[in-house]
């Protein structure tokens, strides 16, 4: 007997079998869709777990690296310590604390040199009289008692005739700025002291001679800026001044105070104008030869970080040399 005919003699067994055949396919559906679930759960903690061991392992090596590269610092270090004591040990290491110590007494000794011979310029001599005496050669016969005699002026006698001018200028450097002056005129004002050593280059001096510095370039600069002004009323276009310091540096700070105390611009300063700056005595040398040769008047300003002036310098007619400290020199030399 087949199912069909039970089916059709039986319908309610019919639907029996169909609801039975129904659940059993759920059941199935269900099945299959669990077992999906966890593999897929399965796959996702592989996934995670793989990127937590890359993770470990990853900072594993870094700590490692860093272990490493901190040990070699310090071995580093040790070498450094090591070498540095070998060099402090050795004979370079002496010798350099020789030389340094040699080079400190060697400014000492050029500044207390440099205030002796200022000492010395400063002193006042007192003109001895030149007694020409006849040639014995001289066929003519001349009375012995008429013998000429011939003076030569001091040289704090050098600026007498020209006092007036400049103790007038002296008088309105005292005086408020005048920031509106023109060209070549002192546009800054003056203290007393500053006045004093001026007085005393011009008068005591006779322009030739070395000052004590204003303990710093730009006073220095600002003294000489008024000397300039003072110079160029007396001598007009007839004169140049001729600046020098061994530092670019030093030239350049030089000329911005000029340039602002004076009213001056950039065209002011060249071999052609009326201040030109050097780095080399030989080049000042030259320059003022070649004034004298055209009758113009050389000005020369020594800075006061030099340690000596060339001896070439000292023969011509002015000149002024700022005698810087110990202590001056050696802060200067440590800037540059």
Not at 237 to 246: E, G, K, M, P, V
Not at 310 to 328: N, T, V
């Amino acid at each position: 007997m087949t199912n069909k005919e039970i089916t059709n003699n039986n319908p309610e067994k019919e639907s029996i079998l169909e609801k039975t055949n129904s659940t059993g396919k759920d059941k199935e559906i269900n099945k299959k869709n669990s077992t999906q679930n966890k593999k897929v759960t399965l796959a996702n903690k592989k996934s995670t777990k793989s990127l937590e061991e890359i993770s470990s392992e990853i900072f594993s090596e870094l700590i490692l690296r860093k272990n490493t590269l901190t040990n070699e610092i310090k071995d580093l270090q040790a070498k450094k310590e090591k070498i540095d004591k070998d060099i402090e040990s050795n004979f370079k290491g002496q010798s350099d604390n020789i030389a340094k110590r040699v080079k400190g007494f060697q400014e000492y000794l050029t500044g207390a040199l440099q205030n002796l011979s200022q000492n010395v310029e400063k002193l006042e001599l007192v003109s001895q009289p030149i007694i020409v005496k006849p040639s014995p050669l001289d066929k003519q016969e001349k009375d012995p008692n008429n013998s000429e005699e011939v003076s030569a002026p001091a040289l704090s006698e050098t600026f007498k005739p020209d006092e007036k001018i400049i103790r007038s200028c002296f008088s309105t450097f005292l005086k408020q700025p005048d920031f509106y002056a023109e060209p070549w005129k002192l546009r800054r004002s003056l203290d007393s002291s500053d006045i004093d050593m001026m007085d005393d280059w011009f008068f005591n001096m006779g322009g030739r001679g070395s000052l004590e510095s204003r303990g710093s370039r730009q006073k220095n600069a600002l003294l000489s800026a008024g000397l300039i002004s003072i110079l160029g009323e007396l001598y007009g276009d007839q004169f140049q001044t001729l600046i020098l310091a061994s530092q670019p540096e030093r030239l350049g700070e030089w000329r911005r105070i000029l340039q602002d105390s004076l009213g001056l611009t950039r065209d002011d300063f060249g071999p052609n104008s009326g201040i030109v700056l050097f780095e080399r005595p030989e080049g000042v040398i030259e320059r003022a030869d070649r004034l004298e040769a055209n009758e113009e008047l050389p000005f020369i300003i020594v800075d006061a970080a030099e340690t000596s002036v060339e001896i070439p310098i000292l023969q011509f007619p002015l000149w002024l040399a700022f005698a810087g400290s110990d202590s001056e020199i050696f802060n200067d030399l440590e800037l540059n």
